[in-house]
């Protein structure tokens, strides 16, 4: 029986036909997916979901998908798709991330002509019959800096096109090297001197905890006066309340904004405001880059549906079915000593070895090299992918390599990860037992054996006399309760590490008392998805 696929949303004939093509039975209900009701109903009928942002694959949804195994996002934003419901009854979902990259770019750029010249405010003066020639002056776009916060896909292609407008570019991304930078042609930074040079700011990373309000009030305050803000990438990046009192004070001299805190925005501190020109989310809206992406989704759940074969999956890897049984706990295993390292380094990365040991080394391991890097980047850009994140890295310019070797120790074999940035190295090493689930054996070169859990506190300290004291203290103060702790020293005197299992997320108040002893050289908070 030929595959069957739900169209909820609207795709163009070409990518329908796709599917039918590759022996796909399609049903094309373009407006279905505004019907919650409706699509409850029948979606426990399909194999495949294919979507764009209208529909909303909740957890309710989820539950009705009795049959559903892929849901295909036609655009990079997976927002309005539950990963975690649909992971947990082993759904895949995929997305297309670099189909709209250029078109969102472009209209950055627009934006920022727009801003410059007041052109939406011109043309509204001018075709209400006025003449108001001299109340409309701009600036000149050539030799002004350019702040663009985020140099991944869609950022790097701003950056080209800034510099060929004659810019002069500063960027500030953590995970862009030295190396890569220059080879952009761009000036690598810290986020204030940014905002204390750039004439514009733009942004272009995802909406993450780190990444909320990187335009804060405080930050705000710190841009040079006259500065003009874009922002096409997500809302809630910027505070539009302090934006907007910003402006009106003449600090900032105008603002683009494609996104908002809070969509459909019916209503904002940005609106009515003279120099802010508002577009509702048009980033990826042409007609190119709609046509590719819906092709592109169609291909990839026809491929799957089809032949088995897995690509641009948010949750999980590119590996065949053959594969999978084998390398599904050592995925997951990668995933964890990348979400590891990626948690507890703050600085840019310039280096990353992968060293597999014995049994692994005979396994698949691009996916896993994949699952690691996925897991490092996470902490930083919610939506990577297994198949984004290797791309990343190279357009990054951060070095990789991977080191196979035979077995060498106790273990059957394990994955070692060694991230090396600007002012030190962290390593870390874990394997799989017979239970199929991962754990810490080595941190910092010092042995150890330790759980994943989902909440776990990571502390690096001057190994003295009275530190589990202190720690269960601090904690037992708090109300935060240890489950479970791992412990680890180099030497008498020497490093020591520790590992904490609490019941929940721990807040920064009281990491900062962790912190505050003098033998304590580092308490981060870790989140892990172990269920």
Same mark, same amino acid.
């Given at each position: 029986m030929a595959p069957r696929v739900l169209v909820s949303d609207e795709l163009s004939e070409t990518a329908v036909q796709i599917f039918r093509d590759r022996g796909v039975e399609v049903d094309f209900q373009p407006k279905l997916g505004k019907d919650k009701e409706k699509l409850a109903e029948i979606i426990g009928n399909y194999d495949g979901l294919a979507i764009r942002s209208a529909t909303k694959v909740t957890e309710k949804l989820i539950a009705e998908a009795t049959n559903l195994k892929v849901v295909g996002r036609a655009g990079i934003g997976v927002d309005n798709v539950d990963i975690p419901a649909a992971s947990r009854r082993g759904i895949i979902v995929m997305n297309t991330p670099f189909g709209n990259s250029i078109t969102t770019a472009e209209h950055a750029i627009a934006l920022m002509f727009a801003v410059a010249r007041q052109l939406p405010a011109a043309d509204n003066s001018t075709q209400a019959g006025k003449w108001e020639k001299s109340k409309f002056m701009g600036v000149e776009i050539t030799g002004?800096?350019?702040?663009?916060?985020?140099?991944?896909?869609?950022?790097?292609?701003?950056? @080209?096109? +800034?510099?060929?407008?004659?810019? $002069? !570019?500063?960027?500030? &991304?953590?995970?862009?090297?030295?190396?890569? *930078? =220059?080879?952009?042609?761009?000036?690598?930074?810290?986020?204030?001197?940014?905002? @204390?040079? +750039?004439?514009?700011?733009?942004? $272009? !990373?995802?909406?993450? &905890?780190?990444?909320?309000?990187?335009?804060? *009030? =405080?930050?705000?305050?710190?841009?040079?006066?006259?500065?003009?803000?874009?922002?096409?990438?997500?809302?809630?990046?910027?505070?539009?309340?302090?934006?907007? &009192?910003?402006?009106?004070?003449?600090?900032? *001299?105008?603002?683009?904004?494609?996104?908002f805190e809070v969509e459909p925005a019916t209503e904002s501190p940005l609106f009515g405001l003279p120099n802010v020109v508002c577009t509702p989310h048009l980033g990826a809206s042409t007609t190119e880059a709609q046509e590719n992406v819906a092709l592109q989704v169609a291909e990839q759940m026809a491929d799957y549906l089809v032949k088995g074969a897995v690509s641009n999956a948010i949750n999980m890897p590119s590996i065949t079915a053959e594969e999978a049984p084998i390398l599904k706990p050592f995925i997951r295993l990668a995933d964890v000593l990348g979400a590891f390292v990626g948690q507890v380094t703050e600085s840019a990365i310039k280096e990353i070895e992968i060293l597999y040991d014995g049994s692994t080394a005979a396994m698949n391991t691009k996916a896993l090299t994949s699952a690691v890097l996925a897991g490092l980047i996470r902490p930083q850009v919610a939506d990577v992918n297994m198949v984004s994140a290797p791309i990343m890295i190279k357009e990054k310019g951060i070095i990789l390599s991977e080191v196979k070797r035979d077995k060498t120790g106790v273990f059957d074999g394990y994955i070692k990860l060694t991230v090396t940035t600007a002012n030190q190295t962290r390593s870390v090493a874990g394997t799989v037992f017979s239970d199929g689930k991962p754990r810490f054996i080595q941190i910092k070169g010092i042995n150890l054996d330790a759980d994943v859990g989902n909440h776990m506190v990571y502390l690096t300290n001057t190994d003295v006399p009275g530190m589990i004291g202190f720690i269960g203290t601090t904690l037992g103060d708090a109300n935060v309760n240890i489950a479970n702790f791992q412990l680890g020293r180099e030497k008498q005197g020497g490093d020591a590490i520790a590992l904490l299992y609490v019941d929940g997320p721990v807040s920064e108040g009281v990491l900062d008392k962790l912190r505050a002893n003098p033998a304590v050289r580092q308490a981060k908070p870790l989140v892990f998805n172990v269920d």
């Open positions: 002004k800096v350019l702040g663009v916060i985020g140099a991944g896909n869609i950022g790097s292609i701003v950056c @080209a096109r +800034a510099i060929g407008l004659k810019m $002069h !570019v500063l960027a500030y &991304d953590p995970f862009l090297s030295k190396e890569r *930078a =220059e080879e952009m042609g761009v000036v690598k930074v810290e986020l204030d001197e940014l905002l @204390a040079q +750039a004439d514009f700011i733009t942004l $272009h !990373v995802p909406l993450t &905890d780190k990444t909320r309000n990187v335009l804060s *009030a =405080e930050a705000i305050a710190k841009t040079k006066p006259g500065v003009r803000i874009i922002n096409c990438a997500r809302g809630g990046l910027v505070d539009e309340k302090a934006l907007a &009192d910003a402006l009106k004070s003449g600090h900032v *001299a105008g603002a683009g904004f494609d996104v």
